[in-house]
C-alpha cells in the first residue's frame, strides 16, 4: 500500500514514463466504504429480533363451556371488569354492590389490580374471570391478561359481559363521580 | 519535514481484509434479510412480560388498527397466490391473473371483498395511500371469516395471531375472536411488545 502513497505523491510521472512495473494493487477504501453503507442499510430495514407472542387460549363455544360463576363456588371466583377510560373494577360476591371495588392499572398503587390478583390468587382454585366492556381499549384486556401472568394465576376467562355488570359499572362510577366532587 | 529527511511514511492500510469482512457480512445481511413492508395504518402493539416468540412461516395475522379496522397478513406470497385463487372463486370476484399477481406481492390488506378489484388495480403509488377501510366483519356479512377459512384449508398447521393497536377498541377484538371461535379456532397468539417481567415479590 505505501508504494501506492509513493506513487501518488510523484504525481503520475513514473507511470507517463511507463517503467516502472505497474502496481496491482488497488485503494479498497471506497468499496470498505460502500460495502459497510450498504451492511447498515440492511441491518436497519431487517426486522431485527421476531414479535414477542402471549398465548390466549379460549373455551370451545359449543362444547365444554368454560366455568361460569353458576358452576364454580361463588367464592372462587373473581370477576373482573375492564371499563371505558382505563377504568377497572372487581368484584368476588354475587351480592355485589358493597363488595364492588375500584381498582387501578397502576402496579405500584395499594389497592391496584396486581396486588389484588396477588393476594386473591394465594387460593389455587381461584378463577379469575375477566370481562370487558365494549369501549375497553386493547391495551386494558392485555394488561389485566399480563397482570394474571405476572401472579401466576392457574385458572382465568375472557367472558362477554352481562347486562348486569354493565349497570353495576354504571352504579360505580356514579359513585366515584360523587366522591370525587 | 523536508530538513528531517524522513520519507513521508504513507499512513494507508491495506483495505482488502476489510472489504472481505464488509462484504461477507453484506451477504449475510441480504440473504437473512426479511424487509420490513410499512403496515398500512398504525398498529402500536401494548407490551407484556411473555417471551415467547412468533414463529416466521405458518401465521394469519389479523391486525386491528387504532381505528378499528380489520388487516390481515400473510407472510408468505405463495400462500397468498393461492389464496386470492381461492376467494376469487368463492366470492366470484372476477379477477385476472394480473390482478392476482399484484395481490400476491401485497402482505397486509384491510379492504372489502367489492373493493378489492378496485384496490389492485391502483397503481403502487397510489395504492400506498389509499385508506384501507378495513376487512368486513359484520354478523351478516363476515368477510374475515372467508379469508381465514380459506387460509386455514390451505394450512393447516397456520396459527392464528392477533396484532391489535393499544388503543382500539374490545369491541372489534370481541368480533374478531367471535368470528374464530366460528370456526373452532380457539389459540390465539396475541402480538404484544417486549416488557421486562417484575420482580416477584
Given at each position: 500500500m505505501s508504494e501506492i502513497a509513493q506513487k501518488e505523491g510523484g504525481g503520475g510521472k513514473g507511470a507517463s514514463k511507463g517503467r516502472k512495473k505497474a502496481s496491482t494493487r488497488v485503494d479498497m477504501t471506497p468499496m470498505v466504504d460502500l460495502g459497510f453503507l450498504l451492511i447498515t442499510f440492511f441491518m436497519l430495514t431487517t426486522t431485527l429480533s421476531k414479535q414477542q407472542i402471549m398465548l390466549l387460549p379460549m373455551p370451545n363455544k359449543e362444547k365444554d363451556k368454560p366455568k361460569t360463576e353458576s358452576e364454580i363456588k361463588e367464592s372462587n371466583a373473581m370477576t373482573v371488569i375492564l371499563g371505558e377510560n382505563d377504568q377497572i373494577y372487581w368484584y368476588i360476591s354475587k351480592n355485589r354492590v358493597p363488595d364492588f371495588h375500584t381498582t387501578s392499572y397502576?402496579?405500584?398503587?395499594?389497592?391496584g389490580i396486581r396486588k389484588v390478583l396477588l393476594e386473591k390468587t394465594k387460593n389455587p382454585d381461584m378463577n379469575v374471570i375477566i370481562k370487558a366492556m365494549d369501549k375497553a381499549s386493547y391495551q386494558n384486556v392485555i394488561d389485566v391478561i399480563d397482570e394474571i401472568h405476572i401472579v401466576n394465576a392457574q385458572h382465568y376467562a375472557l367472558i362477554d359481559i352481562t347486562k348486569d355488570d354493565e349497570e353495576l359499572v354504571k352504579k360505580q362510577s356514579a359513585v366515584n363521580d360523587a366522591a370525587s366532587n | 519535514m523536508a530538513q528531517v529527511k524522513t520519507k513521508k511514511s504513507g499512513v494507508m492500510l491495506d483495505m482488502t481484509a476489510m472489504c472481505d469482512v464488509a462484504f461477507l457480512l453484506l451477504t449475510f445481511f441480504i440473504l437473512t434479510a426479511k424487509m420490513k413492508v410499512p403496515d398500512p395504518a398504525k398498529f402500536e402493539v401494548p407490551s407484556s412480560v411473555s417471551e415467547k416468540k412468533l414463529p416466521d412461516e405458518n401465521v394469519v395475522r389479523i391486525s386491528i388498527s387504532n381505528e378499528g379496522a380489520v388487516f390481515l397478513t400473510i407472510a408468505e406470497q405463495s400462500k397468498r397466490k393461492e389464496l386470492i385463487k381461492e376467494i376469487d372463486k368463492m366470492y366470484s370476484l372476477g379477477l385476472n391473473e394480473n390482478d392476482k399477481e399484484k395481490f400476491s406481492l401485497i402482505e397486509t390488506f384491510g379492504v372489502p371483498m367489492k373493493q378489492l378489484k378496485f384496490f389492485l388495480n391502483l397503481s403502487d403509488d397510489k395504492r400506498k395511500l389509499f385508506k384501507q377501510e378495513g376487512i368486513v366483519i359484520d354478523s351478516t356479512n363476515n368477510e374475515l371469516k372467508g379469508w381465514v377459512r380459506v387460509a386455514k384449508t390451505l394450512n393447516a398447521n397456520a396459527i392464528i395471531a392477533i396484532k391489535g393497536d393499544?388503543?382500539?377498541?374490545y369491541a372489534v377484538f370481541k368480533k374478531v375472536i367471535a368470528t374464530m371461535q366460528e370456526m373452532h379456532l380457539n389459540r390465539f397468539s396475541l402480538i404484544t411488545g417486549l416488557e421486562n417481567k417484575p420482580s416477584a415479590n
Open positions: 397502576d402496579p405500584a398503587d395499594e389497592n | 393499544r388503543d382500539s377498541e
